[in-house]
């Protein structure tokens, strides 16, 4: 993958798709680390920001909901 295939700007926008197409809000990290093909870190990165700014939650270890 190019440089901006993983730009991390790219990947939040390809991050809250899936998140508003998913079922009650609710998305699977793991599955989400599948889908975007990046590395759990930068799922990680984009989760704490919203979860910062109030627009996520976690609702386990490895989901979180809108």
Known sequence: PNRSDVA???LTK???QLLHT???GVLDLN???RKLGTRKRR???ITNVLTGIQLIKKTSKNKIQW
């Open 8 to 10: 991390l700007g790219l």
């Open 43 to 45: 799922v990680y990165d």
């Open 22 to 24: 998913a079922p009650n």
């Open 31 to 33: 599955e989400v680390t």
């Open 14 to 16: 390809r991050f809250m």
